[in-house]
């Protein structure tokens, strides 16, 4: 049985097993809002609060020249606090 799967508002996260660098994202994946598909990339990080994954998205149409994968660069603005408020 083959039933079409929506995955419209969902995304997926994955370990990045071709991480080389320190700046590379921990994981990578995709995510769909609205129907407009994006590049999702996530940094391990452990603060006071605890563990939390830092986010990066990326809309998939501005990165014509990937193939298939995000990059595995660090994005050019990561001004992420390490005290989250919550």
Known sequence: MNKQYD???KGVLFINDRK???SHP???GSLNI?????WLSGWDKQTSKGDTISLSVQPKDATKSRQ???SNAAPANNDF???LPF
Do not use: S, T
């Open 26 to 28: 921990d994981r990578n």
């Open 81 to 83: 606090d390490d005290d």
């Open 68 to 70: 298939n994968a995000p």
């Open 7 to 9: 995955n419209v508002n």
């Open 20 to 22: 080389e660098k320190d």
């Open 34 to 38: 609205d129907g407009k598909e994006y």
